[in-house]
T-cell receptor, first 113, second 113 residues
């Protein structure tokens, strides 16, 4: 059982399309992080959100932390082939998990040109 | 500044053997965490060290152990290797802990035959 549920598991879209990836949990987190991982490499931190309702933008990527600090979303506008990769959400500070950083199963994104 | 360095990058071992993996965190980072990544289970937390003390531990058998040295470098050891231990082992470091996110190394790909 994944502590953080990500959806969809796999997404294949054309260049220029928009997409949203969701990350949900029944636990309350102190912070929620998004990472992107390419094959054979470690995850790279994209953003950390710490305040309920917080919205952060990173170029074409928009991240939102739910008001109750249990969920988050990642929206990509006008996706490009370079956005292809595994997107992982991770939550930290939940009492149930002993303040460990726990990860969702990930969303594999493929952007075709 | 140099990133998180993990050695070796690839390793092939036989069942029953033991293995030691090494991680050099970013200079100044005192928190080092280890994760196991497999296609079926995703990223699973192994343990976190902070200033040479184990601060958190995941749900792995006692065959998995680790330590951190005074220069913050960390090692993890797996004894009596099993086929199921084949995975990408990732090390991550941060200044104080997981709250604001980790910097990951490229990982050590362990194959047990």
């Amino acid at each position: 059982t994944q502590l953080l549920e990500q959806s969809p598991q796999f997404l294949s879209i054309q260049e220029g399309e928009n997409l949203t990836v969701y990350c949900n949990s029944s636990s309350v987190f102190s912070s929620l992080q998004w990472y992107r991982q390419e094959p054979g490499e470690g995850p790279v931190l994209l953003v950390t959100v710490v305040t309920g309702g917080e919205v952060k933008k990173l170029k074409r990527l928009t991240f939102q932390f739910g008001d109750a600090r249990k969920d988050s979303s990642l929206h990509i506008t006008a996706a490009q082939p370079g956005d292809t990769g595994l997107y992982l959400c991770a939550g930290e500070g939940a009492v149930e998990y002993g303040n460990k950083l726990v990860f969702g199963a990930g969303t594999i994104l493929r952007v075709k040109s | 500044k140099a990133g998180v360095t993990q050695t070796p990058r690839y390793l092939i071992k036989t069942r029953g053997q033991q293995v030691t993996l090494s991680c050099s965190p970013i200079s100044g980072h005192r928190s080092v965490s280890w994760y196991q990544q497999t296609p079926g289970q995703g990223l699973q937390f192994l343990f976190e060290y902070f200033s040479e003390t184990q601060r958190n531990k995941g749900n792995f058998p006692g065959r998995f152990s680790g330590r951190q040295f005074s220069n913050s470098r960390s090692e993890m050891n797996v004894s009596t290797l099993e086929l199921g231990d084949s995975a990408l082992y990732l090390c991550a470091s941060s200044l104080l802990g997981a709250h604001y996110g980790y910097t990951f190394g490229s990982g050590t790909r362990l194959t047990v035959v």
